[in-house]
């Protein structure tokens, strides 16, 4: 279970900034999302910590769990850092590229080089230098009438008001769970489809897509969307004429349950685009069944 900063955690950066978190959001299997506001600058950023869902902390940085007691020196550990260095600057830039072929795509700013992490009841984790944890500053994603797809699900378990528009509870219904009305699931889908077939004549391969890093625009009613914007490019793999090339030894990191089999493949198992059209086809079955 994925260690989650609480609201009130401050990070203190080499350059002297201060961020405060004050919510956090899930971004599918490897990544968590902060708003947190950014002290004397009145800006609400938006953070991005790469924290894949089986890690756990180890001096507040995420690890693998089997080097959560392992000495700072162990081949093993200082692996887990370079893995999600490697990943953090393949999301830099490869959402930067891709933003350039579709205003759909969020770019970074950025990485914070983090040198202290100070939690609400005290407790405080330093480096002589800075912790090797791997937070990236993103344009900030609080647009009005704009929803993320998880939390239009959590809309859908509601009954239908002018404060929850695409609630979809039945008045008589025993249940407590709703899927989102049909024609916004097959319009968020359909959106989803036309950026992913801009994202792959790009060059790329989104890797994970899943409930938690799909944002919606909605129209000024909440009702209806307008368009679908994707983060996360942390998974993203470039495709040369169609394909990816051989995974190798490197595994892809995406959400369990959302990932297609052959992710999970090696050696010289090549990706496509059908990779993000699997995970596609499992997020709608999620918002329909």
């Not at 959001?25 to 609400?44: L, M, P, Q, V, W």
């Not at 008589?172 to 801009?198: D, E, F, G, H, Y």
Request: hydrophobic letters at 40%.
């Amino acid at each position: 279970m994925r260690k989650k900063w609480a609201e009130g955690t401050v990070l203190y950066t080499r350059d002297g900034a201060e961020y405060k978190i004050t919510a956090s959001n899930e971004a599918g299997g490897t990544a968590i999302i902060y708003y947190a506001e950014k002290a004397g600058s009145g800006i609400r950023a938006v953070l991005k910590e790469f924290y894949p869902q089986e890690w756990e902390r180890r001096k507040g940085v995420p690890v693998e769990r089997a080097y959560v007691d392992s000495p700072d020196e162990d081949p093993g550990l200082l692996s887990c850092y370079e893995n999600l260095a490697k990943q953090a600057a393949r999301e830099m830039e490869i959402s930067q590229k891709v933003a350039q072929e579709t205003v759909h795509v969020w770019p970074v700013r950025g990485m914070l080089e983090v040198q202290s992490i100070r939690e609400p009841d005290g407790t405080v984790w330093q480096a002589e230098g800075t912790l090797p944890c791997c937070i990236l500053e993103m344009d900030n994603l609080n647009h009005k009438d704009s929803l993320w797809l998880q939390d239009i699900l959590r809309e859908a378990g509601k009954k239908k008001s002018k404060e929850t528009p695409l609630g979809n509870l039945q008045p008589n219904s025993k249940s407590v769970l709703a899927v989102p009305p049909l024609q916004v699931t097959l319009m968020l889908v359909w959106r989803l489809l036309i950026l992913l077939a801009k994202i792959h004549e790009a060059g790329y391969l989104h890797g994970d897509i899943n409930l938690g890093n799909v944002f919606l625009a909605m129209d000024d009613k909440g009702a209806n969307v307008l368009n679908a914007m994707l983060i996360d490019f942390g998974s993203a793999r470039a495709l040369v004429d169609g394909k990816t090339a051989p995974l190798g030894e490197e595994s892809v990191m995406a959400t369990p349950g959302f990932a297609a089999p052959e992710l999970k493949g090696g050696g010289e198992q090549r990706l496509t685009p059908k990779a993000d059209v699997y995970a596609v086809g499992k997020l709608m079955h999620c918002l329909l069944d």
